[in-house]
Structure formats: structure tokens, C-alpha cells
T-cell receptor, first 112, second 113 residues
Framework: QKEVEQNSGPLSVPEGAIASLNCTYSDRGSQSFFWYRQYSGKSPELIMSIYSNGDKEDGRFTAQLNKASQYVSLLIRDSQPSDSATYLCAVSPGNNFNKFYFGSGTKLNVKP | DAGITQSPRHKVTETGTPVTLRCHQTENHRYMYWYRQDPGHGLRLIHYSYGVKDTDKGEVSDGYSVSRSKTEDFLLTLESATSSQTSVYFC????????????FGQGTRLTVV
């Protein structure tokens, strides 16, 4: 079982819609969770981090964490074509919060 | 952008030759990481360092070694490159401690022929 699981997609949404990206993790002791965006041929770029259950909003992005269900999600409101990228979920394991395990990423396509 | 520089950015090498990739940071962060990224596998941790001369293995460490003689430099060595090590390699840094994030370098595309 992989530490972090994501649907590879592609997820296609029309411009202006809400894109919902999901991630599950296996280590119940995990405390830190991150979303990265990666454009083709580029390096991963941190979008958001979340450490507590509930929602965290930053502009058009909202991260949601449910530790009981071992589930973290990213919502992108008013999706733009420039949001088209691969989104990577990362989790720090409970026994070492200075390590980062990544999912394989979900490819998002926002159609004009 | 976080001050992380990877070199070289691209390299083609022959099977069986040694290869060293360099990661240099100007942030004075304690933690440094080497990941490889392959289609369908996402980012996989090769090795990481939690201080000068302090390193540990990640998920896919076989065939790789690392060294960190200075805070700012973290080297990844493929002792005898194989075609299965063809990949994009990313270095990342983190300040460490709780509630900290990792930031990535530009990546090195390595092709072993």
C-alpha cells in the first residue's frame, strides 16, 4: 500500500467551475499535509499546507483535512486555464515530520 | 523563490559510469532531500540529510549514495549508472521542525544510455 494515494486523472473542468482534488494517506499518525502544483517540465511549487482538521482558505484555494478519514482535499474555485497542471499531495509521516511522501499526482485540465 | 540551485540541469551518460548531481542552497536550511520523479510513480524519496554529515535512506535508495560536507551542498552520486536510473531528479530543502514545508530546485534531467 502506498503512503499517499491520488487519482491520476485527468480531471477536466470548465473555466469558472470548482475543481476538487482528493488524496488519501495510510499513516494515521501523520500531522502535516501539503498541496503542490507542478506545470509540465517544471518543479513542484507549494500551494498550501494544512495541519489541523477542517478547512484552510487562501484566495481561490481551499484545503480540507479530515484525519479520522485520512483524507485531504484541495478545492480550486473559479478555475482558470492557467490552473491546468498536475497537483501533488504530500504527507509527513507521524514518526518523522521532516520527511515528505508524495502521491503520484492528479492532472487537472481547465477548459476555456 | 527559495535559493536552490541544481547542477547540471541536463546530463546524458553511459551505463556503468559514475554520475554526481549537486544541490546548492542559500537558505541555511537544515534539511535537504533528493527525489526522483518518473511517470506513474510521482516523487519518490531517495535520500535525505538532517545536518552536515547526517543522512538517511528514503524509499528508493539502492544504487545511490549521498554526501553533505557543508550545510549548503548536498551531493547525489550514482556509483555505476543504469538505464533504470534515467529520471528527473529534484532536490528539496526544508527548515525542519514542526509545521515546515519543502521547497524544490529546478530539477536535473538524467538520461542513462
Amino acid at each position: 500500500q502506498k503512503e499517499v494515494e491520488q487519482n491520476s486523472g485527468p480531471l477536466s473542468v470548465p473555466e469558472g467551475a470548482i475543481a476538487s482534488l482528493n488524496c488519501t494517506y495510510s499513516d494515521r499518525g501523520s500531522q502535516s499535509f501539503f498541496w503542490y502544483r507542478q506545470y509540465s517540465g517544471k518543479s513542484p511549487e507549494l500551494i498550501m499546507s494544512i495541519y489541523s482538521n477542517g478547512d484552510k482558505e487562501d484566495g481561490r484555494f481551499t484545503a480540507q483535512l479530515n484525519k479520522a478519514s485520512q483524507y485531504v482535499s484541495l478545492l480550486i474555485r473559479d478555475s482558470q486555464p492557467s490552473d491546468s497542471a498536475t497537483y501533488l499531495c504530500a504527507v509527513s509521516p507521524g514518526n518523522n515530520f521532516n520527511k515528505f511522501y508524495f502521491g503520484s499526482g492528479t492532472k487537472l485540465n481547465v477548459k476555456p | 523563490d527559495a535559493g536552490i540551485t541544481q547542477s547540471p540541469r541536463h546530463k546524458v551518460t553511459e551505463t556503468g559510469t559514475p554520475v554526481t548531481l549537486r544541490c546548492h542552497q542559500t537558505e541555511n536550511h537544515r534539511y535537504m532531500y533528493w527525489y526522483r520523479q518518473d511517470p506513474g510513480h510521482g516523487l519518490r524519496l531517495i535520500h535525505y540529510s538532517y545536518g552536515v554529515k547526517d543522512t538517511d535512506k528514503g524509499e528508493v535508495s539502492d544504487g545511490y549514495s549521498v554526501s553533505r560536507s557543508k550545510t549548503e551542498d548536498f551531493l547525489l552520486t550514482l556509483e555505476s549508472a543504469t538505464s533504470s536510473q534515467t529520471s528527473v531528479y529534484f532536490c528539496a530543502i526544508s527548515a525542519g521542525g514542526g509545521d515546515t514545508e519543502a521547497f524544490f530546485g529546478q530539477g536535473t534531467r538524467l538520461t542513462v544510455v
